[in-house]
């Protein structure tokens, strides 16, 4: 019994986390954070505008995020 609780509360854990981690990364791509970032021309990173290479870099993060929570918290 108290073996399945601590599963439960470890699982609990795991979900609070990484629904912080996946907050922090839609954050990115949102007002004001990605207003403010994403309006940067200059300078070029990886022969790309930034305002361009940002939006790529942190839609991909949370893409990463929602993928690596999906497996590490619903593979169960």
């Known amino acids: 019994m108290q073996e399945q609780k601590k599963e439960l509360v470890s699982r609990k854990k795991r979900s609070i986390v990484f629904t912080i981690i996946w907050l922090v ?30 939006f790529w870099s942190a839609y991909s993060l949370l893409i990463a995020i929602g993928i690596i929570m999906a497996w590490k918290l619903w593979r169960d």
């Open 25 to 54: 990364g839609f954050s990115l791509v949102n007002y004001p954070i990605g207003a403010w970032a994403g309006q940067k021309i200059y300078p070029f990173v990886l022969g790309m505008p930034f305002s361009l290479f940002y």
